[in-house]
T-cell receptor, first 112, second 108 residues
Framework: NAGVTQTPKFQVLKTGQSMTLQCAQD?????MYWYRQDPGMGLRLIYY???????DKGEVPNGYNVSRLNKREFSLRLESAAPSQTSVYFC???????????FGPGTRLTVT | LAKTTQPISMDSYEGQEVNITCSHN???????ITWYQQFPSQGPRFIIQ???TKVTNEVASLFIPADRKSSTLSLPRVSLSDTAVYYC?????????FGKGTKLSVIP
C-alpha cells in the first residue's frame, strides 16, 4: 500500500515551458487535492476533485489545469510556466471532502 | 473562506505538554477543524480532526469551545521527535484554509 505517490520529485523548467505533475493514490479515496507550498505562506489549495470527472477551483487556480481521469489519478498541468510558479507542490487524497487528508511526498518545481 | 491565525513558533522542553491554539473567527457551520504535522521535505501528516467539544486519539487531543471560533491542539509529554511545523485546517472540499503553521521546537 503505497498511499499517495507523486512524480517527478524535482523539476526545473524554463519560463514558458509546459509540464504535467502526476499523482496517484491506492486507498480508494474519492477526494483528491493539489496544493502549493511557499515559504511563509502555508499550503494553498489549487484544485479539488470530489470524484472522477469533477473538479473545483481552490484559492490559487490561475495558471493551472487539472485532470481527474479515474478514481486513482489526479494530474496538474502548467501550460506556460512562470517564475511565480516556483514552489513545492503536494497532492493529497481523502475518503471524502470532510475527512482527514493523506499527502504525497511533494514535487519541488523551479521555474527559471 | 475561514481565516485562520496561529502562533509562528513555540519552544517546549521534553516531557512537557504543549498546547497550540488556532483562531478561526469566521468558521462556517459545516466546517471541520483538522490538524497536521509536517517535517522538513515531507508532506503534511494527519494528526486529529474534530467538529466540536473534545476529541482524543493515541497521539493528541483537540479542544474546541462551544462557539468554535478557536481550537487547541494538545500534545502530551513531547519528545525531540515532535519538533515539526503544525498546521490547522478549517473547512472541507474546495472551501478550506490552512493556517500558516506553528514551528514547534522541543528542547532537551
Amino acid at each position: 500500500n503505497a498511499g499517495v505517490t507523486q512524480t517527478p520529485k524535482f523539476q526545473v523548467l524554463k519560463t514558458g515551458q509546459s509540464m504535467t505533475l502526476q499523482c496517484a493514490q491506492d486507498m480508494n479515496h474519492n477526494s483528491m487535492y493539489w496544493y502549493r507550498q511557499d515559504p511563509g505562506m502555508g499550503l494553498r489549495l489549487i484544485y479539488y476533485s470530489a470524484s472522477e470527472g469533477t473538479t473545483d477551483k481552490g484559492e490559487v487556480p490561475n495558471g493551472y489545469n487539472v485532470s481527474r481521469l479515474n478514481k486513482r489519478e489526479f494530474s496538474l498541468r502548467l501550460e506556460s510556466a512562470a517564475p511565480s510558479q516556483t514552489s513545492v507542490y503536494f497532492c493529497a487524497s481523502s475518503r471524502d471532502g470532510n475527512l482527514g487528508q493523506y499527502f504525497g511526498p511533494g514535487t519541488r518545481l523551479t521555474v527559471t | 473562506l475561514a481565516k485562520t491565525t496561529q502562533p509562528i513558533s513555540m519552544d517546549s522542553y521534553e516531557g512537557q505538554e504543549v498546547n497550540i491554539t488556532c483562531s478561526h473567527n469566521n468558521i462556517a457551520t459545516n466546517d471541520y477543524i483538522t490538524w497536521y504535522q509536517q517535517f522538513p521535505s515531507q508532506g503534511p501528516r494527519f494528526i486529529i480532526q474534530g467538529y466540536k467539544t473534545k476529541v482524543t486519539n493515541e497521539v493528541a487531543s483537540l479542544f474546541i469551545p462551544a462557539d468554535r471560533k478557536s481550537s487547541t491542539l494538545s500534545l502530551p509529554r513531547v519528545s525531540l521527535s515532535d519538533t515539526a511545523v503544525y498546521y490547522c485546517l478549517v473547512g472541507a472540499g474546495y472551501q478550506l484554509t490552512f493556517g500558516k503553521g506553528t514551528k514547534l521546537s522541543v528542547i532537551p
